[in-house]
């Protein structure tokens, strides 16, 4: 018996060898793309570790300017502060006010009566005055 085959089934022997040849080409090819993909995956994972590892390092960095900013309750008691420092130099320039209003108050008080002291001395002058010239000096 020979490897060849016989007249009836040459044809299908054909056709076998030719799926056989063109499933080995698929067959590379398909494992071309197989390693191509898997290159794609271990670059992608490359590039992910390397972003990820520049994340960590902002959040650290980040984490390192948050220890040092100022808290909230710090900035309570900082503008507690202020407000009584405020309040203190209100009330001082309320005093200070108070006691420049006083002593205009005073001054124009006397200085009220000053000037109906002076009106009435003018007028006393303004009588005199006339009084001379009605009766003259004699």
């Excluded at 309750?73 to 309040?87: A, K, N, S």
């Amino acid at each position: 018996m020979t490897n060849e085959p016989c007249v009836h089934h040459s044809g299908m022997v054909a056709q076998f060898n030719a799926i056989c040849n063109k499933l080995e080409l698929i067959e590379k090819s398909l494992e071309k793309q197989l390693e191509m993909h898997e290159k794609q995956v271990i670059s992608t994972a490359k590039d992910l570790e390397r972003r990820l590892e520049a994340m960590n390092e902002i959040r650290s960095q980040l984490n390192k300017q948050a220890d040092t900013f100022i808290t909230k309750v710090e900035v309570t008691l900082l503008f507690e502060r202020i407000e009584g420092h405020f309040e203190g130099l209100a009330k001082n320039n309320r005093e200070r006010i108070d006691l420049l209003d006083k002593m205009y108050t005073e001054k124009s008080a006397s200085k009220k009566w000053s000037d109906h002291i002076v009106t009435v001395l003018i007028g006393l002058a303004v009588l005199v005055v006339i009084w001379i010239m009605q009766h003259g000096l004699k």
